[in-house]
Structures are given as C-alpha cells and as structure tokens.
C-alpha cells in the first residue's frame, strides 16, 4: 500500500475529531446527545478508514471511490446535525472534492462534485421538511430561513462545488502530466546514461559523490557505501593519482592504464544559470581498442620501413657476396691440395653462405605479404604435422607435447604459412623451458573461431617486455632476430585471425591464435 493511502485513513478521523471538538468546545455546556453524537461521527470516521483498509487489499482505485462517497455522506450527517445550509460545515465538501481530486484525478473530482451537489440538496430538503424524523434534541444546531434564500445558498453552493470540483481536476491533471513528463524524462536520461559503455560519476561542488554507474564500479574501492561521499575515499589509487584535487586540476583529460587497458578520463565543470560551478563530471573511456590500432599502424609502418631497407641491404650486398663467392671458388680450384691458404678460402665460402642465407631472410622480411593465398586448412592435422616435425629434433627430445584437441570441425580460413607460425610458436614454448618440459596445445571452439591455445611452465615474459614483443628486431633470445613473433603476427592477420600471449615471469607463458572458421 502506498504511503499517500496510509495517510489519508489516518487524517480522516483525526480531522472530524479536530474540527467538531473545537466547534463544541466554544458552544461550551454539552449534554450527553451532543457527547453521543460527538463519538459517533468520530466512530463513522474510523470506521470509514477501516473499511478502506480491507479494499485496498482487493482494489486501491475502487477502495478509493467508494471511502470519498463515504465522506461525502459523513460530511452530510455532521452538516444535517450542525444547521444544515447555515452550518459551518460545508468546507468539508470542499475538502473531499480536493483530496479526491489529488488521488483520483479528473473523473474523481467529478464524482465527488456531483455526489456533494446531490448530498447536499438532501440535507437542505431533509433540514426543511423531515426534520421531524430525527427528534430536536439531536439537532445541534438549529436553523429558521426563508425558502428564497435557502435556494440561492443550495445553487450557490452548488456552482461552489463544480467549480472547485474542476479547478482540482485541471490542477490535479496538470500536476499529473508534469510528473508523468519528468518520470519520463528521468526513465529516458537513467536508459541514456545505463546504455554508456563509459563510466559516469557526478560530484557536487564539494567532492561527494552524488551519482556513478555500473560501468564505474571499477574505479571505485567500494561499491557500498558511495553516495554522499568524498570522491577522494571512493576512488582507486590508479584514478586519484593522476585527478588529485579536481577544484584545482590543470589537465581536463589524461589517460591512465588499470591490468592491461588503457583509459581516458575527461573531467567537466558543472555550471549553473549564473556561471558558477555546482559540481563535477568524470568521464572514464575505455581505449584500449584504439591503442590498439594506433600500435598497430605504428608497426605496419615499422615493417614497411625494415621491409624497404631489408630490400635494398639484400640486393646491394647480393651482388658483391654473388662476386665475392665466385671468385673464391675460382681460386680455389686454381690452388694445390697442400696449399695453406686452401682451408681459408673454403671458410670464405662457408660463410659467403652463411650470409646468404641472412640475405635470404632479409628479403622474406622484404615481402608486402606473408600469405600467398587464403584457403581452408584443417587446423588439427597442420599442429600434429608441425609437432611431429619439431619432436623429431634432437634439440626437442626432452620436450613432450601434449596434444588436446575435442573439436568436431577444425577447418579454419588459414594459408600454408600458418605451419611456419605454429612452429615458431611451439619451438619458442620448448626453449623458455630449456628443451626440458611439457609444451600443452589446446584447441577450442568459440563461437565462430577456433582458438588455438600453445602453453608452456618456462621463465614467462616480464611485464615490461610483453607490450615489446610482436615488434620487429625485438628478441628475448641471444642471436635473435626478433622477427618470429612479427612476422607470425602479421601472417595470422592476414587469414583474418589474431594473436595474444598471456605471461608472467617464472609462471609461463599462453600464446592464444584465433582463427575463423571456414
């Protein structure tokens, strides 16, 4: 039951008893008929009250109706008793028309208007002609009027009603549209701020917080007690650090990362009509995303620019090698078996193609793209392929690979290169371990991808290195390239999948490949 109910069955008795009690206190010499009388308007009253109480519980809008018709008759009995059309007691049809008008609107005012109209002109009938029928001493207050004035009090009165009745109706109507207007204005902002994937918290000018959504609930130490609290309580280390006293922060907007995200926050004044500052927005964007593709265009370039110099290193040192080589071949074949400088020539040689084959390496580097075609591989048969060929190594015979793969269909959008990758990463996994341990590969369905996952217990990636590590010439190794991972990359993107590696150091490493499937 609403509280405005409550409020209404409890004033109901309390106003009778308040209204008649300060009436017959000033007449002042009460016999027991005006006592009995007293008790039993206050007792209808109550009673009224109590049986608005049982039809709440079955209908509150009927409950309603039928306690203002009741009103109405009670107010009728305490005027009939009180002088009729002289009695002072008119107001209280007043009041059932207004109160009606606030809990039922438009069509309740009216009812009770025209239920007044009517229990009034039979009260003034019942006081003119039946008097007779409830005997004199019950009447208060009695009453001698001409006819001619009784009738212009009754219309009077009457217009009185209607016209109270209908102001209360268009105020209580307007009211009504007003508030449905501002529900409706606060259900639409509550929806537009819910729907933010940024979080939102309002302070007031002093720093409490007077408003935060779901989304800023990672910011915050506690989600318990948060409203009506200083900001500087609430929010975490990460946030504060950078915010400091929002009353005097230069910077409107920085960025702060929290795990492994990146987040912007943009701080904005609240102002009122008069310019001057009533509170505070923070604003907290997720970025992450964007980081992302600025990194990645970052590389892209770092790659076109190697791709470019590894071109041209490859073709002005190819020629000379190519001379070079030939011509230590030629003196070679010109020199005698007992020859000393025989074996130096051949180391020449030796390394002339060891040169190449770093040559060789600079011009794959060299290529637009990794991926000579997209077709459909079955991802299954291409890791037990590479895992076999990498097990029959004789760097890789301590190593165990562990092969678990559930899913019905591994055919996935890949190229040929993709063998190359696998094998990079699994030969990666096994050396982080010193070529002794268990290198785990694990495939799962996920949704439309298949998500391929290579896991090993080695010494793991420092969290200072992890963000470096798909970064071309960047290598953990000693006499490494760094262009594994980058190069492997930039293959699995190209078949439209990704790649990510979940590390720690001393706890191992968990490179996941998603890939579509076909």
């Known amino acids: ?52 109480y049982i039809l709440f519980k079955i209908n509150v809008n009927t409950s309603l109706y039928i306690q203002f018709i009741l009103d109405v008759i009670l107010s009728s009995v305490i005027l009939y008793f009180t002088g009729g059309i002289e009695s002072p007691y008119f107001i209280l049809y007043f009041i059932d028309i207004i109160v009606a008008s606030i809990y039922l609107f438009a069509k309740g005012s009216f009812v009770i208007s025209i239920s007044s109209i009517i229990s009034f002109v039979a009260v003034v009938y019942l006081r003119s002609k039946f008097s007779v029928l409830i005997p004199s001493s019950f ?7 001409s006819k001619g004035l009784i009738f212009v009090r009754t219309y009077t009165y009457s217009l009185a009603f209607l016209t109270v009745g209908a102001l209360s109706a268009y105020i209580s109507e307007t009211l009504l549209k007003g508030k449905e207007n501002l529900q409706e204005i606060r259900i639409t902002l509550n929806d537009i701020i819910k729907s933010f994937n940024d979080a939102l918290i309002t302070l007031d000018k002093n720093g409490y917080i007077k408003y935060f ?123 005698d078996d007992s020859s000393d400088a025989k074996p130096l020539l051949k180391l020449v040689i030796k390394e002339s193609d060891r040169l190449a084959q770093i040559l ?23 890791i037990k392929y590479v895992t076999d060929l990498v097990s029959h190594d004789k760097l890789f015979k301590d190593i165990v690979f562990k092969i678990d793969c559930k899913i019905e269909n591994g055919i996935v959008k890949g190229a040929k290169e993709l063998n190359e990758v696998f094998s990079n990463l699994i030969r990666n996994a096994a050396q982080s371990m010193n070529y002794n341990g268990t290198v785990k590969i694990s495939c ?37 390239m760094g262009m594994g991972l980058a190069i492997s990359k930039q293959i699995v993107e190209e078949v439209g999948g990704s790649i990510e590696v979940e590390s720690a150091k001393e706890k191992g490493t968990k490179v996941k490949v998603k890939l579509r499937k076909a």
Do not use: C
Request: net charge neutral; proline share 1%.
């Open 213 to 335: 959504n779901n989304y800023s609930k990672k910011f915050l130490k506690t989600t318990k007690f948060v409203i009506n609290h200083n900001y500087k309580d609430i929010l975490i280390e990460e946030l504060m650090n950078k915010l400091g006293n929002i009353e005097n922060i230069k910077e409107n907007q920085f960025e702060i990362k929290l795990e492994n995200s990146y987040y912007r926050v943009s701080i904005s004044r609240i102002n009122n009509g008069e310019n001057k500052i009533i509170g505070y927005n923070i604003f907290i964007t997720n970025i992450s995303e964007q980081k992302k593709i600025i990194e990645r265009e970052k590389e892209i370039e770092r790659l076109r620019a190697i791709s470019n110099l590894s071109a041209a290193v490859a073709h002005e040192i190819g020629n000379p090698l190519a001379s070079i080589k030939g011509a230590t071949e030629v003196a070679i074949s010109s020199m």
């Open 444 to 480: 799962y369905a996920e949704n439309e991808n298949i998500l391929v996952v290579i896991e090993d217990h080695g010494k793991g990636i420092g969290k200072e290195d992890l963000d470096n590590i798909f970064k071309p010439y960047f290598s953990m190794k000693r006499g490494g």
């Open 1 to 52: 039951m609403k509280r405005g109910n409550y409020i209404l069955l409890f004033v109901r008795p309390i106003l009778i008893a308040a209204l008649l009690g300060i009436e017959f206190f000033f007449i002042g010499n009460l016999g027991k008929t005006d006592i009995l009388l007293l008790i039993s308007l206050i007792v209808g009253g109550l009673l009224i009250s109590f049986i608005g």
């Open 139 to 145: 009447l208060i207050f009695s009453s001698n009027i």
């Open 360 to 382: 060789n390496k600079f011009r794959q580097i060299s290529r637009d793209r990794w991926t000579e075609e997209v077709r459909n591989i079955d991802i299954i048969e291409e």
